[in-house]
């Protein structure tokens, strides 16, 4: 058997009929850049979100770097973000010529650890940029009360729908910031981003940046980018938005069936399970795999025909473009610690039931292969 990491063709070969039907009335309305397309899926997605405004940009990266703009963050500035994300949450700060400040992650969930964010804050703190890390919302409250006075920049790239206590992720700060990415929850044919705010001046800063601060068209106060969505993009996303909560519930119940088989092949003292709450999305199953194993199971789960990735292989302040800033390893031991032990496991909504039990069955045999053919328990 082989199970892909990811495969996007067996959810959208089930709704091609409804994407071609929109890609048809977008043919026909001869408008394919924002326009009545973008502005109904905005509308749609400030309902499921509950958010007071969403604006339609380029990528989850764009949402990003114009929520900063949004916010006026530039050279001099610093803005805290947690050392273990995609790179894009740091990427988007030293874009600006501002100085990304990164905070070491929690070990219960990897989020940025609001006690040691609190001790960050300075003056010269202009947004705090915390990241609900592979479907999961992070600690909103405790961080917002950690940033002080400084605008929380909600990086929601991976957990679209998302919730805390109900409240969707991407509400609870100044800003929050999507991707549409094909490998998010609610994923695009290509890219995408979206921006939300419960604050109508910054909504507006943000329209106004999405086409190069021109307002009114050609006359511009602001310098902004073209940071426009595809009408063809928020066509599409209309039909999948449709099935988002369907797709979600899909991942929930591979995520649940990954535990029950874990904890009944014995395998809980060998691997770590993320955290188990009902509100998580699970971009990804991201299991820990400690003592130095986890590329050789990475190895193993290969050659047994299981696709995995490692997200992420690298914590941010030991990028290579982050040297001048002069992060010793051991300074962020548990987002150092994560970036050697995590293994992402195929979680896509339409993942087979037996192909969860093949990956499981896989990580058994490399386990059973590790003790000598015994079973540790
Ligand atoms: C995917 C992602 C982004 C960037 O989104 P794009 O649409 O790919 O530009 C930013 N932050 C995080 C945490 C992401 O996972």
Request: proline letters at 6%; glycine letters at 12%; hydrophobic letters at 45%.
């Amino acid at each position: 058997m082989k199970v892909p990491f990811f495969d996007r063709t067996r959810g959208d070969c089930a709704v091609e009929g409804e994407l071609v039907e929109a890609l048809r009335r977008l043919v026909t309305s001869g408008q394919y850049v924002l326009g009545r397309e973008v502005e109904g899926f905005e509308r749609r997605a400030v309902e499921y979100l509950g958010a007071a405004h969403a604006i339609g940009v380029s990528s989850g990266t764009d949402a990003l770097l114009v929520s900063l703009m949004a916010l006026g963050v530039g050279p001099g500035d610093e803005v805290i973000c947690p050392a273990y994300s995609f790179f894009a949450t740091a990427g988007a700060i030293a874009r600006l010529g501002a100085q990304p400040v990164f905070v070491d992650v929690r070990e219960a969930d990897l989020a940025i650890d609001p006690e040691a964010l609190a001790r960050r804050v300075s003056p010269r703190t202009r947004a705090v940029v915390p990241v609900h890390l592979f479907g999961l919302a992070a600690p909103m409250d405790a961080i917002r009360q950690a940033s002080g006075t400084a605008p929380v920049v909600e990086d929601a790239a991976q957990a679209f729908g998302a919730r805390d206590g109900g409240r969707s992720v991407g509400t609870m700060g100044a800003l929050g910031c999507f991707s549409f990415f094909p490998t998010k929850n609610l994923g695009g044919f290509g890219d995408g981003g979206l921006v939300t705010t419960e604050d109508a001046a910054l909504a507006e800063r943000v329209r106004v940046l999405r086409v190069h601060g021109g307002k009114p068209k050609h006359h511009h106060a602001l310098v902004g980018g073209n940071f426009r969505l595809d009408a063809l993009q928020a066509a599409l996303l209309g039909v999948k938005l449709a099935g988002v909560d369907a797709l979600t519930e899909g991942r929930r119940a591979h995520a649940a069936r990954y535990r029950a088989l874990f904890a009944e092949k014995g395998l809980l003292g060998s691997v770590e399970l993320p955290p188990d709450t009902p509100e998580h999305t699970y971009n990804q199953f991201v299991i820990r795999v400690r003592d130095g194993k986890r590329d050789a199971l990475r190895d193993a789960l290969k050659e047994w025909g299981v696709g995995t990735e490692v997200y992420y292989p690298v914590a941010l302040p030991h990028q290579p473009c982050f040297a001048h800033l002069g992060h010793r390893p051991g300074d962020f031991p548990v987002a150092e610690a994560a970036a050697r032990d995590t293994l992402a496991l195929p979680i896509f909504a339409e993942l087979e039931e037996r192909e969860v039990a093949y990956v499981v069955e896989g990580v058994a045999r490399f386990f059973r292969d590790q003790f000598g053919g015994k079973n540790p328990m």
